[in-house]
């Protein structure tokens, strides 16, 4: 059962309104729409899209900073009804999910199959000060490539977070596909690892429905099961496959009481939002 309590229209690809645009050669815009995942009962940190920082939920601060974004639509998707009232309170568009979702990307499935747009992105509820250029620049992937699978933003590591375990490392290959994600320092340097550049996984996604739509039906295997990364089904699986854009961003997700605590002491001016 889904329900969208704020008025929600995405933009869909009208014969009529590019019908002049095709005739000139220009190719229709894809419809994107943004989502925002947001689980009440997290694990390690339980609450945490309504925590306060600076007297606002960490919720709301990511939602503004979509909202600054070239993407016209987003919704946060829940799946708690206290999330949902924050929403409608703050008119910050809003959609139930259900409480079995494994993770983001499931969630976006069951957004996808209310709520049609040619593409989704997806963009963690717990990154307060995601980069809105980072939003952009995944959402322009989108609207140049020719996009099949799953694409991750990704960004270069600190390597001073190289053994943290709440950072997802990530292996690039070639064409800037992605070989591997590890909460492990992946990859591994036997000799001297100065020179070796590591890579992160950002919160930040973008695939099309029927591809979110297909994982959620792909079981999950055991290296998803073992390191708890969403990503690893698509490693796991044949039929799809991942991909890495590259943005500058700080990667700041808050995923334990530490992270909380430490991005509370942060200056306001930290989070405030550019002008774009």
Known sequence: MFACFYPLQC???SPAKYSTLTEAGVPAEKSVLAVIPARYASSRLPGKPLLKIHGR?????VAKRVARSAVEEYVVATDDARIELFCKENHIPCMMTSTLCANGTERIAEVSEALEADYYINVQGDEPLINVDAINKVYTHIQSCDVRGFVQAIAPLDTKQIYDESVVKVAVSGASRIAYLSRSPIPFCKADNSAQIYF???GLYAYSGVFCRNYSRTPQGNLEQAEQIEQL??????SLSIEGVMVEDEGISIDTCQDYQA???MPFEKFALEQH
């Open 263 to 265: 991005v509370c002491s």
């Open 233 to 238: 089904r698509c490693i796991e699986s044949e």
């Open 200 to 202: 992160r996984c950002m």
């Open 57 to 61: 939920p960490m919720i709301w601060w």
């Open 11 to 13: 933009r869909t690809t």
